[in-house]
């Protein structure tokens, strides 16, 4: 297993992709040069539709998207499928995975309608699993910990179960 944080410096990705030639495919010739023997390689990104996403999804077989269940957050899905839609001419083995809802408050209902939604619109593409609302990430980044100093707790185990239904079909 390796993991390459994603640091400050990323902020600035998009400034400096902007003049390159090829700027979308950066990340997937990347990759190719180095010839990299994984079984996984998971790339988690910031909600933005921009070069950078561009570049991960060039260089994806499949993409995992998360929900909230904000007021917002169907019309965010509605743009990222549509966003994937207009990158697939570059990458014709791109394929949503499926939707992953993220932040659950279970004290509400509003996520049971969302997810009543999202099923209606994309029959078969949201996950079983699901993540908690949960203190402990805020606690984990200023900590500087990871999940995987964390595996006692409720997090840690929808995580993994998250795991084993991605990998499992």
Same mark, same amino acid.
């Given at each position: 297993? /390796?993991?390459?944080?994603?640091?400050?410096?990323?902020?600035d990705?998009?400034?400096?992709?902007?003049?390159e030639?090829? %700027?979308e495919?950066?990340?997937?010739?990347?990759? !190719?040069?180095?010839?990299?023997?994984? /079984?996984?390689?998971?790339?988690?990104?910031?909600?933005?539709? !921009?070069?950078?996403?561009?570049?991960?999804?060039?260089?994806?077989?499949?993409?995992?998207?998360?929900?909230?269940? #904000?007021?917002?957050? =169907?019309? &965010?899905?509605?743009?990222?499928?549509?966003?994937?839609?207009?990158?697939?001419?570059?990458?014709?083995?791109?394929?949503? &995975? &499926? =939707? *992953?809802?993220?932040?659950i /408050? %279970? %004290?509400?209902?509003? =996520?049971k $309608?969302?997810? /009543?939604?999202?099923?209606?619109?994309?029959?078969?593409?949201?996950?079983?699993?699901?993540?908690?609302? @949960? #203190?402990?990430?805020?606690?984990?980044?200023?900590?500087? $910990?990871? *999940?995987? #100093?964390?595996?006692?707790?409720?997090?840690?185990l $929808?995580?993994?179960?998250?795991? $084993?239904?991605?990998? @499992?079909g």
């Amino acid at each position: 297993l /390796d993991i390459i944080p994603n640091n400050i410096l990323s902020c600035d990705i998009n400034l400096i992709l902007a003049p390159e030639i090829a %700027r979308e495919l950066k990340l997937k010739n990347a990759l !190719d040069k180095d010839n990299l023997k994984y /079984d996984y390689i998971i790339i988690d990104c910031n909600p933005s539709l !921009d070069v950078c996403l561009i570049n991960v999804l060039c260089c994806s077989n499949i993409v995992y998207i998360l929900i909230d269940t #904000s007021a917002y957050s =169907f019309v &965010g899905l509605t743009n990222i499928v549509n966003f994937i839609e207009k990158v697939k001419p570059l990458n014709p083995n791109l394929n949503i &995975g &499926g =939707f *992953i809802f993220n932040n659950i /408050d %279970r %004290r509400t209902t509003l =996520f049971k $309608e969302i997810i /009543d939604a999202v099923n209606h619109i994309y029959p078969y593409k949201l996950l079983k699993t699901t993540i908690s609302l @949960n #203190s402990i990430y805020p606690k984990m980044q200023l900590k500087k $910990e990871t *999940i995987l #100093s964390n595996k006692n707790t409720k997090s840690y185990l $929808e995580l993994s179960k998250l795991t $084993e239904e991605i990998i @499992n079909g």
